[in-house]
């Protein structure tokens, strides 16, 4: 029997088990932003997503966000490669403006 795997696109979030992390990893289960390419996420049994929280401090690549009524951050800097079965479940989609700003950020925090 297949086991069937989420639909997952960039901009969705989705709850994601964290654990077991090492060191400064973000921990737990928590909301995360899915970053890889929609083509990746079609093929890959795997998700790159960004851990999005409510504490910290902004830096530019700890980017603001409001989801689901809260203003946080995604982490930019906490960027995880998972296996879908560490996806709970899908929350929503940030507001395209956010996606597209996160996107910017990364080609910035990567160009040489």
Not at 7 to 36: A, F, N
Request: net charge positive; aromatic share 6%.
């Amino acid at each position: 029997m297949a086991v069937s795997r989420p639909t997952v696109s960039r901009g969705d979030v989705y709850l994601v088990r964290l654990d077991p992390t090492r060191g400064s990893e973000i921990r737990k289960t928590r909301p995360c932003l899915v970053i890889s390419p929609d083509e990746m996420n079609r093929y890959l049994r795997t998700a790159i997503v960004a851990p999005l929280t409510t504490s910290g401090r902004v830096f530019p690549w700890r980017m603001e966000s409001h989801f689901r009524n809260r203003v946080g951050l995604v982490a930019l800097d906490q960027l995880r490669t998972v296996d879908r079965e560490r996806l709970v479940r899908r929350l929503g989609r940030l507001d395209p403006a956010t996606i597209l700003a996160a996107l910017a950020t990364l080609q910035e925090m990567f160009a040489q």
